[in-house]
């Protein structure tokens, strides 16, 4: 089967200036994630989706950032204004339900800096 | 509040020799899942392995055994004959909750180098 699929692969801009990341998830998978991963870290949950709906974002800044999941398939997540503690590694997954066990398949990520 | 904890930055294994990876871990929450996950230097996570909260015995796949003890909430990785292509940063990760709607929080790692 056809992996997560995330783009662009390497962003880089300048502060203040807007970015959006696309994602792609595994055909089925109703459950989808953003993750936000800084060098030398784990990764953080951004937001957290079930079909369209959003089940977390606790930790999604959200003066700044901003994400959707239309028909419940593929999401973007757009950062605006960009800030210099933004750059990180973005990582989208996705899950199968139901099921605690249901472990996460990620994309590729998106390395995105900020100068 | 969930937490994850590796305390091990960095370990050292010679090839196929076996290794062990801690992970700790706290939740208030009885229905829980642990995971480890593989991110080499490439960037992707890789899933290895899964034990939930109420089962028995300790999860294995394949080379990568889960030492389970809940009463001391840790989640160790064993890997067993190390081979050089395990080189690679290794996450421990807890999703509280019965479903995968729960909230999934990942540890901050520990750098495996298998030495040949």
């Known amino acids: 089967e056809a992996g997560v699929a995330q783009s662009p692969r390497y962003k880089i801009i300048e502060k203040r200036q807007s970015v959006a990341f696309w994602c792609n998830p595994i055909?089925?998978?109703?459950?989808l994630y953003w993750y936000q991963q800084i060098l030398g870290q784990g990764p953080k949950l951004l937001i957290q989706?079930?079909?369209?709906?959003?089940?977390?974002d606790s930790q999604l800044p959200k003066d700044r950032f901003s994400a959707e999941r239309l028909k419940g398939v593929d999401s973007t997540l757009k950062i605006q204004p960009a800030k210099l503690e933004d750059s990180a590694v973005y990582l989208c997954?996705?899950?199968?339900?139901?099921?605690?066990?249901?472990?996460?398949?990620f994309g590729s990520g998106t390395r995105l800096t900020v100068v | 509040a969930q937490k994850i904890t590796q305390t091990q930055p960095g370990m050292f294994v010679q090839e196929k020799e076996a290794v062990t990876l801690d992970c700790t871990y706290d939740?208030?929450?009885?229905?829980?899942?642990l995971f480890w996950y593989k991110q080499p230097s490439s960037g992707e996570m890789i899933f290895l392995i899964y034990?939930?909260?109420?089962?028995?015995q300790n999860a294995t796949e394949g080379r990568y055994s889960l030492n389970f003890q809940k009463a001391r909430k840790s989640a160790n990785l064993v890997i067993s004959a190390s081979q050089l292509g395990d080189s690679a940063m290794y996450f421990c990760?807890?999703?509280?909750?019965?479903?995968?709607?729960?909230?999934?929080?990942f540890g901050d790692g520990t750098t495996l180098t298998v030495k040949p």
């Open positions: 997954a996705s899950s199968l339900e139901p099921g605690q066990g249901s472990w996460s398949t």
């Open positions: 055909s089925g998978h109703a459950t």
């Open positions: 989706f079930q079909n369209n709906g959003v089940v977390d």
């Open positions: 939740t208030s929450d009885p229905s829980y899942g």
């Open positions: 034990q939930g909260s109420y089962d028995q």
């Open positions: 990760a807890m999703r509280e909750g019965v479903t995968n709607a729960g909230k999934s929080t």
